[in-house]
């Protein structure tokens, strides 16, 4: 009987540490993916400005109600606007944004063909 409630308290105590490490790397994600306002070129997780460990936390409250990561990323983006999303989504104010490697890259492969059909033409 001992046995029993020693592998039951055991894998209770494996669940509780799996989730909780679930939800740290679900945060630590989230803030990878998250812009520093104030820093140069940083995440939310590199950064350690106030502006940074705010947001950390509220992460942290946010995921600690409920919330799922799209949520979060919709709120933050409510409320900061599209620029603290590393990978902002498809909308019309980012069209170009995702369509310019598109077009870079059929222009450029234009300009090898023609490139390619002209040195033919001249042998």
Do not use: H
Request: glycine share 6%; net charge positive.
């Amino acid at each position: 009987m001992n046995i029993l409630k020693f592998l039951i308290s055991g894998f209770f105590l494996i669940y509780c540490f799996s989730s909780d490490l679930k939800a740290k790397n679900l945060e630590i994600e989230i803030t990878k993916n998250l812009r520093c306002l104030i820093c140069q070129g940083q995440s939310v997780y590199d950064s350690d400005s106030e502006f940074a460990n705010s947001l950390k936390i509220l992460v942290e409250k946010k995921l600690n109600e409920g919330l799922d990561e799209k949520q979060i990323y919709a709120y933050l983006k409510n409320k900061y606007g599209d620029w603290i999303l590393y990978d902002p989504g498809f909308s019309k104010n980012t069209y170009f944004l995702w369509l310019l490697p598109i077009l870079m890259f059929i222009f450029g492969g234009a300009i090898i063909l023609r490139k390619v059909i002209l040195k033919k033409k001249k042998l």
